[in-house]
């Protein structure tokens, strides 16, 4: 190849524009910056999708694990209503129910594991009808006997 211009092309050819069999350098710098745009635009893209996870998380939100399992759903079905659902699960502050219930179910536990040992340490079993003598406590320190009556429950059986 001839490394003269074709004789009808114009004299002053912009920059751009490269002879027959060289590096074309814009071609290359142009993939190196499309490349870095799509990665650029793609994680740009994967923080606002993981939006909604990363706020449950930074809160201690219980519901952490729903809205990481709709944002997984919303990106791989496509289905934008799943990530919707997942933000505002992360706004929405949730009232803790197990904690409550837990203590009560450990305090009922307690106090079965007591009324079960009561009779072992010295105390003798009341029958229905008959008086029993409890403590009380005044606010002066000394205790006073009380006879309450038990009463008998009738089963359900």
């Known amino acids: 190849m001839h490394g003269e211009l074709h004789p009808l092309t114009p004299h002053h050819l912009p920059f ?3 002879r027959p069999g060289e590096t074309d350098w814009l071609m290359i710098v142009m993939g190196i910056f499309l490349i870095g ?3 650029a635009v793609g994680n740009i ?4 999708h993981t939006l909604p996870e990363r706020m449950a998380h930074k809160s201690q939100k219980l519901q952490f694990e729903i809205v990481a399992v709709l944002g ?7 289905v934008h209503l799943f990530w919707i659902a997942g933000l505002l699960l992360a706004l929405v502050d949730l ?5 409550p219930l837990g203590r009560i179910a450990g305090s009922v536990e307690r106090i079965a594991d007591a009324a079960d040992a009561s009779p072992e340490q010295g105390r003798r079993e009341v029958k229905p009808g008959e008086a029993v003598s ?3 406590k005044p606010e002066s320190g000394v205790t006073k006997e009380i006879a309450v009556t038990k009463k008998e429950v009738p089963s359900h059986a």
């Open 16 to 18: 751009f524009i490269t």
């Open 37 to 39: 745009a799509v990665l």
């Open 45 to 48: 893209y994967l923080r606002l």
């Open 72 to 78: 997984l759903l919303a990106l791989f079905t496509h």
């Open 95 to 99: 009232p803790d129910f197990g904690t």
């Open 134 to 136: 409890q403590p009380e």
